[in-house]
């Protein structure tokens, strides 16, 4: 069965450090997200992606986040300056047709991010 | 902002026993997902509801979404202690915060 896959797993960075969370979709899927979940807590919409562009963010998606899609395979999530508040598992999605749901979002595994 | 909570938050049974758990919501979803999410693990997709009134069934689950489409129920018959694990309700844009059932032997 098709999967998303992300690495790395697990990245240690100090506080201040950039860091670039990487993403491969299903193959076929046209759009993409990125979510987070701090430990304990619901997981969070970070933001969508499609056609190369951002179409939905929250307001957790700030200056300090990023995303790109540097080719046909991977999409990232980059933090500019981490904080120790970005501690949390980062979750890429993809779906297929439709941003609707109707087919249903597909997770990663996640990164789980510890700022130090 | 779209919410949506989840009811109870923690589930105790016994092995056999029925179930039920509820995602609430003010607000009209054009469709609710399922989730199934083990610790560590991205949450896994179990069931996407879009029709209002709309039940569907995966082997023991039974999933109901709401004639307005502002809630939706996921019941378990006979539960297993395989079936124990964190429900998830979820759009695209929001969560609930779960649901951690566990099943005793």
């Known amino acids: 069965e098709p999967e998303v896959t992300q690495t790395p797993s697990h990245q240690v960075t100090q506080m201040g450090q950039e860091v670039i969370l990487r993403c491969v979709p299903i193959s076929n899927h046209l759009y993409f997200y990125w979510y987070r979940q701090i430990l304990g807590q619901k997981v969070e919409f970070l933001v969508s992606f499609y056609n190369n562009e951002i179409s939905e963010k929250s307001e957790i998606f700030d200056d300090q986040f990023s995303v790109e899609r540097p080719d046909g395979s991977n999409f990232t999530l980059k933090i500019r300056s981490t904080k120790l508040e970005d501690s949390a598992m980062y979750f890429c999605a993809s779906s297929g047709l439709r941003d609707t749901g109707i087919y249903g979002y597909t997770f990663g595994s996640g990164t789980r991010l510890t700022v130090v | 902002t779209q919410l949506l909570e989840q009811s109870p938050q923690f589930l105790s049974i016994q092995e056999g026993e029925n179930l039920t758990v509820y995602c609430n919501s003010s607000?009209?979803?054009?469709?609710l997902q399922w989730y199934r999410q083990e610790p560590g693990e991205g949450p896994v997709l179990l069931v996407t509801?879009?029709?209002?009134?709309e039940v569907k069934k995966l082997k023991r689950l039974t999933f109901q979404f709401g004639d307005a489409r502002k809630d939706s129920s996921l019941h378990i018959t006979a539960a297993q202690p395989g079936d124990t694990g964190l429900y998830l309700c979820?759009?695209?844009?929001?969560f609930g915060e779960g649901t951690q059932l566990t099943v005793n032997p």
């Open positions: 509801v879009v029709t209002g009134g």
């Open positions: 607000s009209v979803f054009s469709s």
């Open positions: 979820g759009s695209r844009l929001t």
